[in-house]
């Protein structure tokens, strides 16, 4: 089950974000602070030396999951708050989530409780996809019903 989470900065990604056929290539990245993740979706795309945010989302501290905090499934949730937060953007915006990568085995080990990551491909309005192929938000489908 995910955190419950508010929208801080909401998604907003220039057409310069997506490629000649339509597809943005970002990054998720979370950090948590004592039991708060604060997400970002960040693109390198305009300036490859700094990320630029193109939207946040913060969770609810949640004392009832104090037993979590210490867990190795933490971040995990943090991450799958973060999925459910973009499968909902996608559909609002008729985009596609094409691809989700789980990147936090690249963070160093002492910081995977804090620092969460992942790579995703989202396909514009204008995106075409590809005959019978199978996207992210069509096999995650069932993980937000």
Do not use: C
């Not at 970002?26 to 390198?44: A, E, M, T």
């Amino acid at each position: 089950m995910p955190l419950h989470y508010e929208v801080t900065e909401p998604l907003t990604i220039p057409d310069a974000e997506f490629n000649e056929n339509h597809i943005a290539v970002l990054l998720v990245v979370g950090n948590r602070y004592g039991g708060q993740w604060k997400i970002d979706l960040l693109s390198q795309r305009e300036h490859p030396n700094e990320a630029v945010a193109l939207g946040t989302i913060e969770t609810f501290y949640d004392h009832q999951r104090d037993d979590l905090m210490d867990s190795p499934r933490y971040p995990k949730l943090g991450l799958d708050t973060a999925l459910i937060w973009l499968l909902a953007e996608t559909r609002e915006k008729a985009w596609r989530l094409l691809t989700w990568e789980d990147m936090s085995d690249q963070v160093p080990e002492e910081a995977r409780k804090f620092t969460i990551g992942a790579r995703v491909a989202l396909g514009g309005d204008q995106f075409v996809p590809a005959p019978a192929a199978v996207y992210a938000d069509e096999a995650l489908g069932t993980f937000t019903s």
